[in-house]
């Protein structure tokens, strides 16, 4: 969206389809911009598609990617909550990075352009 700017975004976006789960287009088309607007960024966006000889884009997936605490259960060993703490023994939580939308667009023809596997792997490569 910064680089194309919010109009552009969501011309981008309107034609996009996820017929098994309407929450996730709903996300994209109404819930996308707010939540990458908000003072605390609750979310990130990322489109993934390809442009064609016209250098006109065309929206093959999406994936969202979140910071959020991670509760350390108070059952958890010392030596299992200094490994995932960096040595502290007295953390309670600690930051992972969430998916907390990823699909690929089935309208028109672009169902066929790229794999569930290829959006999670895309996102893992932003992660790391």
Not at 94 to 99: N, W
């Amino acid at each position: 969206m910064n680089k194309i700017g919010e109009d552009a975004f969501k011309e981008l976006v309107s034609d996009f389809s996820c017929p098994y789960d309407k929450d996730i287009e709903d996300f994209l088309i109404h819930k996308a911009i707010p939540f990458e607007k908000a003072e605390y960024q609750s979310s990130r966006t990322y489109l993934v598609g390809f442009a064609n000889d016209q250098q006109q884009f065309s929206l093959c997936g999406y994936y969202t990617l979140s910071n959020k605490p991670f509760i350390l259960s108070e059952e958890l060993s010392k030596s299992k909550r200094k490994s995932l703490t960096g040595g502290k023994t007295n953390q309670d939580a600690i930051s992972v990075v969430l998916i907390g939308q990823l699909s690929k667009n089935y309208n028109k023809a672009l169902n066929y352009t790229i794999e569930g596997s290829d959006l999670l792997a895309f996102a893992l490569e932003t992660i790391f």
